[in-house]
């Protein structure tokens, strides 16, 4: 396929995904997901962005449809998460919803980005504008110039994740080591593939410091 095809065909399916949604699913309560929510600190932080490995994600503003889908697929073994295995065994679609709806609520926590001028200005050229000769789409078609995602879309806010973890998810997407993007045609698996280890590099460590 060439890299016209390629560009035009993402560009087909974000405006098509952009008019419907995922999964749907019952309205969370996030007062009940306070509730629900107090294991899940361990692990993440009581504020939902304090992770205790780096490799592990901020759950604090994240958007809420993205935030379902996600503890669905894990709940469901979709989404294979060694460390989650058993935490969400017993809960309901509610329930999901309602911790969904209380990190979702939470203040989004601001990082910092390291390295050169020069190497946040390779990273914002990757994030802004893609690699066009090897067909790698801008991440800010999807997830907004400032990070912040498309909640309607269900696309999630990637600003301020830790570099460690946006690190392990884009090499697992290059690798074929995670596949929850089959609904949107493997769309995160395409752009990963393009892309070398200094480059996935770059970009987590710009996106950390996105807000």
């Not at 993402?10 to 309205?27: I, N």
């Not at 690190?167 to 089959?182: C, F, G, H, S």
């Amino acid at each position: 396929m060439n890299l016209g095809n390629r560009f035009t065909i993402l560009s087909t399916m974000l405006a098509v995904m952009m008019s419907w949604s995922s999964v749907a699913h019952a309205a969370g309560d996030a007062d009940a997901g306070k509730t629900q929510a107090a294991a899940c600190g361990a692990c993440h932080g009581q504020d939902g962005a304090s992770p205790i490995d780096p490799t592990y994600p901020h759950l604090a503003g994240q958007n809420e449809k993205y935030l379902f889908n996600q503890l669905k697929m894990i709940q469901d073994n979709e989404r294979n998460i060694v460390l989650m295995t058993g935490q969400l065994n017993g809960k309901t679609d509610q329930d999901l919803a309602d911790l969904a709806a209380y990190y979702a609520s939470l203040p989004v926590k601001v990082s910092q980005t390291d390295g050169t001028d020069e190497a946040l200005a390779a990273a914002s050229r990757i994030y802004r504008a893609g690699i066009a000769r090897k067909g790698v789409a801008a991440c800010s078609a999807c997830h907004g110039p400032d990070g912040s995602g498309n909640a309607q879309a269900g696309f999630p806010r990637i600003s301020g994740q830790p570099a460690a973890y946006t690190i392990a998810q884009l090499t697992a997407y290059r690798e074929r080591l995670r596949a929850t993007d089959e609904l949107y045609g493997g769309m995160m698996r395409g752009v990963a593939e393009g892309l070398t280890d200094t480059e996935i590099a770059l970009v987590a460590s710009y996106i950390e410091g996105l807000y």
